[in-house]
Every structure is written in C-alpha cells, then in structure tokens.
C-alpha cells in the first residue's frame, strides 16, 4: 500500500482539531519531506521514529517518504503526532496490512527505544475527537485514565510501538483497555476549624464563600492571612462534573494534573511568588500561550501574598479577567482563550517596614504607607 492515512489531534490552547495524516511511498532516492506547517518538534519526529522503529526490530523504508498533515492552514505543533506518523509509515510500506480505521484517533509521543510517552492536554483531544464524530483513540498507557473521562469513546493504551503494530497486525493484543476511573474522595486540604480565633477572618472567608466575593487581608507579618487564604479553596463546594472536566482540561494542558488523580474535584488553590511575571500569571510563551496562574485557579482561589510587592503591571493585567472571567492571549503562532473565572485574595503588611511588632514599632513615615498601599 503506497498510500495510507491515520488521525490525530493538534491542540491550539484548549481547543483541539482533528489532523489528518497522509504518508506516500514512491520510487526515488530515499528522502523525507513533510509538509502542512509543521514546527520545529514536529519536524523532529522523524528521528524519532526512525530511531523507535529499528528499536522495535521494523525497517525504517528506503524510498521516497512524502507525509502531509491536513488541514494544510492549521500550524502543527508538539510531539503528540508520532504515533499516527509511525503507524502510517508502516501501513504504506506494508508492515501493517491496513492502518486504523477512520474513526480511529493515535495520540501519543515515540521514545528512541519505541516507547510510548505521556502526552499534555489528552484530555482536550479526546473531546475534539469525541465532536468530531471519533469513537475510538489510542493513547499512551500513561494517559488511559484521563482519556477514560470523556464518556462513549473506547479508549485503548500502548505502552510501546512494538505492541501497536502487533495488534494491527491482529496478533496477540497487549493494548490496555480503558474503563471509566471510579472517582476517589478528594483527600482532606487545610481546613478552618485549624484556626482558633480570628474570627473576623473567618467570618470574612465564610461570607465571601457563600457569595463568590474577593477577599483583603491586612495585617502585620504573623498575623495569620496566608493561614486563612489556604483554607478558602477547602470550605467551597466541589466542582460539578462539567465544572470538574473543565479544570482538568486546564491542568491537563498546563502539565500540573496531580499524578494518580486524573480528575480535579475540588476547586484549584494557587499561591505564585511576587516576583512572578506578567506571563506566568495571566498565560504566556512562545509560539501559542500556554495556561498562567489565573487559568490554572479557574473556578478556585488565586491568592497574592505580598500584594503591593507584586509589578504595578501584574496587578493591572487582572483586571479585564476579574471582569469577563476568562483571558485572550495573543502571540506569533495564534490566538487562544483560557477561562478564567477565579476568586481574588489579596494580602498586605500595613507598611514597608513589616515590623511583626506592629504599629506601636513601625518605622515608615505616613507618606511611605500611603505609597505602599496605593500599589
């Protein structure tokens, strides 16, 4: 078979699209040439398939290898398109008798050694396979149960390419067969009955619980406001199923899914230093943006210890998500938008000074403590 085409899915931020694969083997000098805008880890796949395939005692096919990656207009980016690149190879040299069917999605990236290595963002590209009318996705073994959230998709893991081609070729199957993960009770987080008194903070905290308000803290070092900020996240409700997939798709991309726990009940908790960046906080990078800090507390508590310590150009940057709850990111490589509906608590010292003493020892003269809290 000369001609073979498999699926997979390249993601833009949350979004995922399905990407149609087309590898051509013709007579000529042994070259390989792929086209569709792929980026520079995409481009590398061909080393690493090379190399994964004599690994995993196959051929690497000495003729003319043309592969495409359709839509032609969508740019390609990361390492998850290795395994349908490998498998279409394959088919179109006859070492499989036939490729996937259509409805088939291979998601996952190929280790020197044939190895199949856990991917970000799976869970966004089971569902755009899900909508795009995809009833079945293979993926490495290492991402099985978060692909398994998605519901009337059969999921199948592989934890190495020689297993792949053996079940393609109707051999002995050792592909892992997905089942819906029975949810565990989301483990205990700090809880408020640690605190014994403050009760104006607690207070604080229950109202703006009950009704999504933001919070300020202020009081001098020690005074407990980093002990009543961590313990917000633990007295909200936890997230409904649609909230819950949501949030693991955003901590699915950004790389931070808790290890073991594919899904994400309970609402997020994020604490950044104040020396942090514009970009670590509200989503950045080369290319496309991925997720900040405040994508990643999507639904929970973004707490800003420090506050006026934090870049005057941070501070404003929150503005228009606090508004509209989410965050459009423009850069070179496109657009992407992350939700961004999360609970502010800000924490001060009443001066520059810091003294744990309080009032009674600081140092500042009133001007320094306006400027200081006018941050």
Same mark, same amino acid.
């Given at each position: 078979?000369?001609?073979?085409?498999?699926?997979?899915?390249?993601?833009?931020? &949350?979004?995922?699209?399905?990407?149609?694969? !087309?590898?051509?083997?013709?007579?000529?000098?042994?070259?390989?040439?792929?086209? #569709?805008?792929?980026?520079?880890?995409?481009?590398?796949?061909?080393?690493?398939?090379?190399?994964?395939?004599? %690994?995993?005692?196959?051929? /690497?096919?000495?003729?003319?290898? =043309?592969?495409?990656?359709?839509?032609?207009?969508?740019?390609?980016?990361?390492?998850?398109?290795?395994?349908?690149?490998?498998?279409?190879?394959?088919?179109?040299?006859?070492?499989?008798?036939?490729?996937?069917?259509?409805? =088939?999605?291979?998601?996952?990236?190929?280790?020197? @050694?044939?190895?199949?290595?856990?991917?970000?963002?799976?869970?966004?590209?089971?569902?755009?396979?899900?909508?795009?009318?995809?009833?079945?996705?293979?993926?490495?073994?290492?991402?099985?149960?978060?692909?398994?959230?998605?519901?009337?998709?059969?999921?199948?893991?592989?934890?190495?390419?020689?297993?792949?081609?053996?079940?393609?070729?109707?051999?002995?199957?050792?592909?892992?067969?997905?089942a819906a993960p029975v949810e565990?009770?989301?483990?205990?987080?700090?809880?408020?009955? @640690?605190?014994v008194g403050q009760t104006q903070?607690?207070?604080? &905290?229950?109202?703006?619980?009950?009704?999504?308000? +933001?919070?300020?803290?202020?009081?001098?070092? #020690?005074?407990?406001?980093?002990?009543?900020? !961590?313990?917000?996240?633990?007295?909200?409700?936890?997230?409904?199923?649609? !909230?819950?997939?949501?949030? =693991?798709?955003?901590?699915?991309?950004?790389?931070?899914?808790?290890?073991?726990?594919?899904?994400?009940?309970?609402?997020?908790?994020?604490?950044?230093? +104040?020396? $942090?960046?514009?970009?670590?906080?509200?989503? #950045?990078?080369?290319?496309?943006?991925? *997720?900040?800090?405040?994508?990643?507390?999507?639904?929970?508590?973004?707490?800003?210890?420090?506050?006026?310590?934090?870049?005057?150009?941070?501070?404003?940057?929150?503005?228009? *998500?606090?508004? $509209?709850?989410?965050? =459009?990111?423009?850069?070179?490589?496109?657009?992407?938008?992350? *939700?961004a509906a999360f609970q502010l608590?800000?924490?001060? %010292?009443?001066?520059?000074?810091? $003294?744990?003493?309080?009032?009674?020892?600081?140092?500042?003269? $009133? /001007?320094?403590?306006?400027?200081?809290?006018?941050?």
């Amino acid at each position: 078979m000369p001609l073979a085409r498999t699926c997979s899915v390249g993601l833009i931020g &949350l979004h995922g699209h399905v990407v149609d694969i !087309e590898a051509d083997l013709s007579e000529g000098i042994p070259n390989f040439t792929m086209i #569709g805008l792929p980026d520079t880890s995409v481009r590398e796949a061909r080393d690493r398939i090379r190399s994964a395939l004599i %690994n995993s005692q196959q051929k /690497w096919p000495m003729r003319r290898m =043309t592969v495409a990656l359709s839509p032609a207009t969508l740019p390609k980016r990361g390492s998850g398109f290795d395994l349908a690149l490998a498998v279409a190879l394959l088919a179109a040299a006859g070492v499989v008798p036939a490729p996937p069917p259509a409805d =088939t999605v291979l998601l996952g990236e190929l280790g020197l @050694d044939g190895s199949v290595r856990p991917l970000r963002g799976v869970l966004s590209s089971v569902l755009a396979a899900q909508e795009s009318g995809r009833h079945r996705v293979i993926v490495p073994a290492g991402n099985v149960a978060e692909a398994c959230l998605v519901p009337k998709v059969d999921v199948l893991g592989v934890a190495c390419l020689a297993d792949l081609v053996a079940y393609l070729r109707g051999e002995d199957c050792r592909l892992l067969t997905g089942a819906a993960p029975v949810e565990k009770a989301p483990l205990p987080g700090p809880d408020l009955c @640690d605190i014994v008194g403050q009760t104006q903070g607690r207070r604080a &905290l229950e109202i703006a619980a009950a009704g999504g308000h +933001h919070v300020y803290l202020q009081g001098p070092p #020690g005074a407990g406001k980093t002990m009543l900020a !961590e313990r917000l996240s633990g007295i909200l409700p936890l997230l409904a199923d649609d !909230e819950a997939l949501e949030v =693991t798709a955003i901590h699915s991309v950004a790389g931070t899914l808790p290890a073991g726990s594919p899904f994400v009940r309970r609402p997020p908790y994020e604490s950044p230093h +104040h020396t $942090s960046s514009t970009a670590s906080i509200v989503g #950045g990078g080369s290319g496309v943006a991925r *997720p900040g800090a405040i994508s990643r507390a999507h639904r929970g508590v973004l707490f800003l210890d420090e506050a006026p310590e934090f870049a005057t150009g941070v501070l404003d940057a929150l503005r228009q *998500p606090l508004e $509209s709850g989410h965050v =459009t990111l423009h850069r070179s490589g496109g657009r992407t938008r992350y *939700p961004a509906a999360f609970q502010l608590v800000l924490a001060a %010292n009443p001066c520059p000074c810091a $003294s744990p003493a309080g009032d009674q020892a600081c140092v500042c003269t $009133s /001007w320094a403590r306006r400027r200081y809290l006018s941050r």
